[in-house]
């Protein structure tokens, strides 16, 4: 007797365990909830809302274009686009990052007195030909031969400021600069000019000539006879 009850004290008993050490959380849980059940009743509302616009109105969006619907919530299109644009900077700043930058090469404008734009009259073959009008300066060198040259038919123009003759037509005693005496709407129509060789496909605008003043007791061009 005495070894029975002995081996019955000895015997195993099934352990008990509380509840609150059989409710061990698993990892990846949070608060009770794993990533994946939330992400299943996610889909799952997700499906039973589409599930049911088809059912009711044959269409996944209940009834609404594309167009109501980012009308009625806005900050979903918004945010999508605004995610799309970040990547696509983030992709072309990538991109860019690889290929070299290129130099801009720019042309530097000239600054010439008087005296240095007379050196530029068409006569040095290696020389530009540049010719003036009111300050600005322009390349005619492509025009030499025909028109600018020592030979052209305008070369009266080469290495001069002859801004007034552009105006009254005078090529013996206005192939000046000056430009006093005549109306500001005189004046004004030198742009036409000055539009015809920066816009002209084979002359440019180079830079400035810079004139010393006209004295004012200096006498006006006289008029062509």
Not at 151 to 160: A, I, M, P, R
Request: overall charge neutral; aromatic content about 10%.
């Amino acid at each position: 007797m005495t070894e029975l009850r002995e081996r019955k004290k000895g015997a195993s008993s099934p352990s008990t365990v509380s509840p609150s050490q059989s409710l061990k959380k698993s990892p990846g849980t949070k608060g009770g909830f794993s990533c994946v059940s939330v992400l299943l009743a996610l889909v799952f509302v997700v499906g039973a809302t589409v599930s049911t616009s088809f059912v009711l109105t044959k269409s996944l969006t209940f009834g609404y274009s594309i167009r109501e619907l980012r009308q009625h919530i806005p900050i979903l299109f918004d945010a999508a686009k605004q995610s799309e644009t970040s990547a696509g900077t983030a992709s072309e700043t990538s991109g860019s990052a690889k290929k070299p930058a290129q130099n801009k090469v720019e042309k530097k404008l000239l600054t010439l007195t008087t005296e240095e734009l007379r050196q530029f009259d068409g006569k040095d073959p290696n020389k530009p030909v540049y010719l003036a009008i009111n300050g600005r300066v322009y390349d005619v060198t492509a025009g030499r031969e025909k028109y600018y040259g020592p030979d052209g038919g305008y070369n009266f123009f080469s290495g001069v400021d002859a801004a007034r003759a552009y105006i009254t037509g005078c090529f013996q005693t206005h192939l000046t600069h000056d430009l006093r005496g005549l109306t500001q709407a005189e004046i004004d129509s030198l742009s036409t000019w000055s539009d015809f060789y920066e816009n002209h496909d084979i002359y440019s605008y180079v830079g400035q000539v810079v004139h010393e003043p006209i004295p004012e007791d200096a006498p006006l061009p006289e008029p062509c006879t």
